[in-house]
């Protein structure tokens, strides 16, 4: 590798590696700024519900779209302009003085997060050599996990140091260096498959939209009225249509034929019932910590941190060893471990439960997440062709995101309709009948996961390696 190669190397990786960071983070950031927001902003469970899934949504509806954007317009281009959305988004929702706004601006948040994170591993895959590819992409799935993990305590500690508008502030002058810097050093690719399937994309966000729309706002006015049986009935149909469509364009978002497989099915099973678990009980553990125990926001992202923060340590080993032990044990221990522990939380949750009673159910769950994380994308990626891998990554990381869409809805439904903010004890008893509900869930992900054929991965090759094709 001559010099100029390695210098374009590491500014390939150093680029993508914060852009792919700063979007991540704000999956889990704005978690432990819920309990201030509400109080800040005066606003209801339905729009703390869209502070998250407004950016979720969008997010996940677009994944499949971003790749396919930057093939035919240029990577770096669409790179460029996605930071920039991104970046402005976040000043919006600094600025924003009512919960209405800044639920759009965390809307548009994912749209430009949507299109920089597929990108990010496009451009990656392209400026590395191949000898190297595999180090690279190890290096930022890497980083990208990390964003999660510490997204509750990042946000936990600016919420504490100053207010909850800079987790947001902070994207901006992030986004305004990263910008001009991309531009100026990396170089512009184009992609073979440069097909855009815009009428996929118009039902499947229109529809999803309208069934989350309904699911968020069913308890406040009414699972007969005409405003939630509407948009129920009218995403149900949209949803469908989409799947009609898809089965039948020349180049589809979502290839239906990945589901005749088995694997692939399964996994993508798993993989919704953990994100559905994960987020829907995130989104009440935070807001636990400071509304019913008075602690801070950054002592609650530091309560939370041993869950978010233990595939970390995990999945290197657990990636490591399903190579040998076979991908989908891991995932199914994982999700069993990941169900065991919401469950244990929700057993012994009560208004004045000691931190020390926790810390163990936090354990437990990080640890099935590591599990879990480590070969999931490699199960899905040997499930299809090498040339399918890029729509097959995309659908599984779209399919991740809506579970934590879905997970955040209909758990916040079950709270609402159970419990409530009017006291402690209120807040406690429909938390954990929410939590127990998402346990149950990730259990029958445990299961899917458990019913996945045994399959050797083409040629035994490695995740970081099948991600890049």
Do not use: C
Not at 120 to 140: E, F, K
Not at 240 to 251: G, I, K, L, Q
Not at 372 to 390: C, H, I, K, T
């Amino acid at each position: 590798m001559t010099h100029n190669q390695k210098h374009s190397m590491i500014w390939t990786l150093a680029l993508t590696s914060v852009a792919l960071f700063m979007v991540s983070l704000d999956n889990l950031v704005v978690s432990t700024a819920l309990p201030v927001i509400r109080r800040d902003l005066h606003a209801t469970i339905s729009q703390l519900e869209w502070t998250v899934n407004a950016y979720t949504l969008t997010f996940a509806v677009l994944l499949l779209t971003g790749a396919a954007l930057g093939d035919r317009f240029g990577r770096r281009r669409l790179f460029v302009f996605g930071i920039l959305l991104f970046t402005a988004a976040s000043a919006g929702a600094a600025l924003a003085t009512t919960a209405n706004q800044l639920d759009i601006a965390r809307a548009v948040q994912g749209v430009g997060g949507a299109i920089v994170a597929p990108l990010t591993l496009t451009i990656l895959s392209a400026g590395v050599p191949a000898a190297r590819r595999g180090l690279a992409l190890g290096l930022w799935g890497g980083i990208g996990g990390l964003a999660i993990a510490i997204g509750p305590l990042v946000g936990g500690a600016v919420i504490s140091g100053v207010s909850w508008h800079w987790i947001f502030w902070l994207n901006v002058p992030i986004g305004l260096v990263l910008a001009p810097l991309a531009y100026a050093r990396l170089e512009e690719t184009h992609g073979s498959d440069s097909s855009l399937d815009l009428p996929g994309l118009a039902l499947a966000s229109s529809g999803l939209l309208g069934v989350v729309w309904a699911l968020v706002r069913g308890n406040e006015q009414g699972w007969t009225s005409l405003g939630i049986v509407a948009p129920l009935v009218a995403g149900a149909v949209l949803v469908a249509a989409f799947v009609w469509w898809e089965s039948r364009t020349a180049s589809p978002m979502l290839p239906l034929e990945f589901f005749r497989d088995r694997t692939f099915t399964l996994a993508n099973v798993a993989s919704l019932f953990m994100f559905f678990g994960m987020f829907g009980s995130i989104f009440f553990l935070a807001q636990f910590f400071q509304t019913v125990q008075g602690y801070s926001p950054l002592q609650s992202g530091l309560r939370i941190l041993p869950w978010t923060a233990m595939p970390i340590f995990v999945a290197p080993i657990a990636g490591a060893l399903s190579d040998r032990i076979g991908g989908q044990r891991f995932m199914a221990v994982g999700l069993a471990l990941q169900a065991a522990g919401l469950a244990w939380i929700a057993a012994i949750s009560t208004p004045t439960t000691p931190y020390t009673h926790i810390i163990g159910a936090f354990v437990l769950s990080g640890v099935g997440m590591g599990l879990f994380f480590a070969p999931v994308a490699n199960v899905v990626l040997s499930s299809v062709r090498p040339d399918q891998e890029g729509k097959a990554s995309g659908a599984n990381n779209a399919i991740r995101e809506l579970g934590g869409v879905f997970g955040v809805a209909v758990l916040a439904t079950i709270f609402s309709r159970i419990g409530g903010y009017q006291n402690p004890e209120s807040f406690v008893h429909g938390m954990t009948t929410a939590v127990y509900v998402g346990a149950g869930l990730v259990a029958l992900g445990a299961v899917a996961a458990a019913l996945i054929p045994s399959r050797q991965s083409r040629e035994g090759a490695p995740v970081a390696v099948a991600l890049q094709r």
